[in-house]
């Protein structure tokens, strides 16, 4: 999916969503699982929201500085016996990927959970070049073997229930034993670690992502809670880190701070299982540890942001908090969206990244509640920022040509307050008039996608400000006549 | 005695009820109780010319839509010493976005931050700024509450319609599931996207039928159309109204969505 985007056909990826039970039925775990558990441990911690300013004050500062802290970053992995290379965009990327892929004689990659591998389609560009990509994060593996995307930036086969894991695991893993039980998630899990333990020993090269790259040790650091991305860092001759240019922050100090408030605001833990650092290659004394330690870079438009309305959307620390609180993500999952990055960090990114040409719908398809916005760890304005886009939008003239003349037609009696005095207060009496019976309408002109499902209440006929009028005169002459 | 009167309209604060589009349109009952729950609070209430505060325009893109409109507001409210609106929606567009819509505009961006900092939602501004603690009105039953997003978001209203309504001779509160969520209407969300949109009402509707209560109550009427809309459609016979008609005791007007003709047989 990463190499053909959808996001053109948002509306129709909806229907199909909303037409999926097993979908639907799966969503209902994340309304119920994220937000309780998140709520739970924000609230035992009394200085959370002071962390949260603080995580937002050391991107901010990281950010301003960016060119700075990714030299210092580049010097201190070098001096680790590391390699930094610096890729524009996602073809560059995976070119780099394969030539060190290439020079590794590689056979088989393991790859821990990563958000740009979707990004830059590594896994066809792998197979393509003949190269066997293993997915080791449990939900990837999982929609590896379906041949599916994420659909969720950290729990990415969150749109799938353990029934239709059973049966993908009984399709694929055919060696095993048919009567075997897979009931049970933990069943799953076992199978899932047997299978991929020999796949991790025979690897010759790891790819990790990064949560958060450290400029002043040249560390890369993931959090992880399987423990596979230890394994695929560790036991393959060549470790790739392959992380976008915004995960860097100056100090080991600065992560200690944001690592208090992402697990929390991701799936409600203190902290997740593991929190692993890696830098350079291994040292003569140490016991394991890659041989060769590549970083790979990736700007892929993020640079572009710097210094325009969009550069807080770089704050973001993928925790996934943003989607888990979104009605729209709840409604149709994250495939609908039609890209690697759903729900409203999604709705943001997607339109930089893919332009906003191809991605319009989704800084639309957004009631502004704002929910995201008020649990943001990092404090993104999201909603600020989609309307930002729609504005881009309506300046280029890609917003629907039916809402622009709406809103000319609405803005040309609302800008002349006598005229729509006057043709409001005619307009309102005879809909109230039309509806007095129901009380509602069920189809409105031009409205269908309101009426289509549900009624439109009648007016109560009048507006106020025709009733007010009429109400201050009658006051007036009671008040002459007493 | 006319002394004594003269000088307490004096101090009483000068209001300028920004009744909102919607309301003006759609329920203008909803004015009048603001209006009544306003001068039963001391204040001296006009109603200035007004149409629309211009979120329409700016939640579509079209800036200077909203500029033009927002301009307008400032204008025609300046001279009062609040402006308050029986919405949590259109009291944010003004509180919240109008200083961001002039920012760059040094003649505008000050005008437009004073008028930020004297407009306030109906309820919250009975409790905060006026410290009504109670109103004087009955309603005979249950009612659940909808926390509308804007209101609970952009201006932190949660307690205080909640603490009024405690106030109200026979009425009991019935907490909703989920009452902090979206009911899926936002603007012209609810028509671009009807059938998305559609889904998260119907989440809410179904929490509204699970609290049991027989009246829901809001804050914004742009939300209580919407879930009126679909519990009509559902075919349920809840009573939608805006939390106003209640604290002002004044529910003699039929629900939202319901005849009007067999209501008054």
């Not at chain 1, 036991?235 to 080991?252: D, N, Q």
């Not at chain 1, 729900?343 to 398809?365: E, Y």
Request: glycine share 8%; aromatic share 6%.
């Amino acid at each position: 999916m990463s190499a053909h985007p959808t996001t053109k056909r948002f509306i129709a990826n909806a229907t199909e969503a909303l037409a999926d039970p097993q979908l639907q039925r799966a969503m209902t775990n994340v309304r119920s699982g994220f937000i309780d558990k998140r709520a739970a441990v924000a609230a035992k911690l009394p200085e959370f929201e002071a962390l949260r300013d603080s995580a937002r004050d050391i991107k901010n500062h990281a950010l301003a500085h960016l060119d700075l802290y990714l030299e210092k970053y580049e010097a201190n992995v070098t001096a680790a016996g590391g390699h930094v290379h610096w890729a524009r965009t996602a073809e560059e990327a995976r070119k780099i990927i394969l030539g060190i892929c290439h020079d590794a004689g590689a056979k088989t990659v393991t790859k821990g959970k990563s958000m740009i591998s979707e990004e830059i389609a590594l896994n066809a560009a792998l197979e393509a070049a003949g190269i066997v990509p293993v997915e080791t994060d449990l939900g990837e593996y999982i929609i590896q073997l379906r041949d599916e995307a994420p659909s969720h930036i950290i729990a990415p086969a969150v749109h799938l229930n353990a029934s239709q894991v059973e049966s993908d695991f009984r399709r694929v893993h055919t060696h095993l034993d048919a009567g075997r039980d897979l009931s049970e998630p933990v069943q799953l899990l076992t199978e899932a670690r047997q299978v991929l333990r020999s796949k991790f020993l025979a690897a010759d090269v790891g790819i990790t992502g990064a949560n958060f790259l450290v400029a002043e040790t040249g560390s890369s650091i993931i959090v992880t809670n399987e423990g596979n991305g230890d394994l695929t860092q560790t036991l393959p001759k060549t470790h790739i880190v392959i992380a976008s240019l915004e995960k860097i922050v100056p100090t080991l100090e600065d992560v200690s701070q944001i690592l208090r408030v992402l697990a929390r605001s991701a799936t409600g833990q203190e902290m997740s299982v593991y929190t692993t650092f890696s830098t350079g290659p291994r040292r003569a004394a140490d016991l394991d540890g890659p041989e060769n330690y590549h970083v790979v870079i990736l700007d892929n438009g993020r640079s572009s942001m710097l210094g325009t309305a969009f550069q807080d959307m770089l704050r973001c620390i993928r925790c996934g908090a943003c989607m888990n609180h979104c009605p729209v993500y709840h409604a149709v999952g994250g495939h609908a969206y039609g890209w690697v990055y759903p729900g409203p960090m999604g709705a943001v990114l997607t339109p930089t990244l893919l332009g906003v040409d191809k991605a319009g719908h989704l800084p639309n398809a957004s009631t502004f509640c704002g929910r995201c916005e008020s649990v943001c760890p990092v404090r993104i304005p999201l909603p600020k920022m989609m309307r930002h886009w729609r504005e881009a939008e309506f300046e280029r003239h890609l917003s629907p040509a039916t809402m622009r003349s709406g809103i000319k037609f609405w803005a040309f009696f609302a800008k002349r307050p006598a005229l729509y005095r006057f043709a409001t207060s005619l307009m309102m009496n005879v809909m109230g008039w039309l509806g007095r019976d129901k009380g509602c309408f069920s189809s409105v002109p031009l409205a269908s996608g309101w009426t289509d499902y549900r009624d439109f209440p009648a007016p109560q006929g009048g507006t106020f400000q025709s009733r007010y009028q009429a109400h201050r005169k009658s006051t007036q002459n009671n008040g002459r006549a007493a | 005695m006319r002394l004594a009167q003269d000088k307490a309209a004096s101090r009483a604060p000068r209001v300028g009820l920004f009744v909102t589009c919607l309301v003006d349109l759609m329920r203008p009952s909803i004015g009048f109780a603001a209006l009544k729950l306003l001068e039963q609070a001391g204040c001296k209430v006009e109603v200035p010319s007004q149409t629309c505060c211009g979120q329409p325009g700016y939640n579509s893109g079209d800036r200077a839509t909203a500029r033009d409109l927002a301009e307008q507001v400032i204008r025609s409210f300046s001279h009062c010493d609040y402006v308050v609106a029986p919405s949590g929606s259109c009291a944010g567009m003004i509180k919240a976005h109008y200083p961001e819509l002039f920012a760059d505009d040094p003649n505008l961006a000050p005008k437009a931050q004073a008028l930020a900092g004297k407009t306030h939602e109906l309820i919250s501004f009975l409790v905060d700024v006026m410290k009504v603690k109670s109103v004087d009105a009955s309603f005979d039953g249950a009612v659940t509450y909808h926390d509308s997003c804007s209101g609970l978001r952009e201006l932190k209203i949660k307690n205080q319609p909640r603490q009024l309504l405690g106030s109200v001779n026979g009425l009991t509160m019935v907490e909703m599931n989920e009452s902090e969520v979206c009911c899926g209407f936002g603007g012209t969300f609810a028509v671009k996207y009807g059938e998305i949109s559609n889904s998260i009402v119907e989440k809410k509707t179904g929490n509204i039928s699970e609290s049991g209560a027989p009246t829901l109550l809001a804050g914004d009427l742009g939300c209580l159309l919407n879930m009126a809309g679909k519990l009509a459609r559902e075919g349920k016979s809840i009573e939608v109204r805006h939390v106003a008609e209640v604290l002002a005791g004044m529910t003699d007007e039929p629900p939202i969505g319901a005849p009007r003709v067999s209501a008054q047989s």
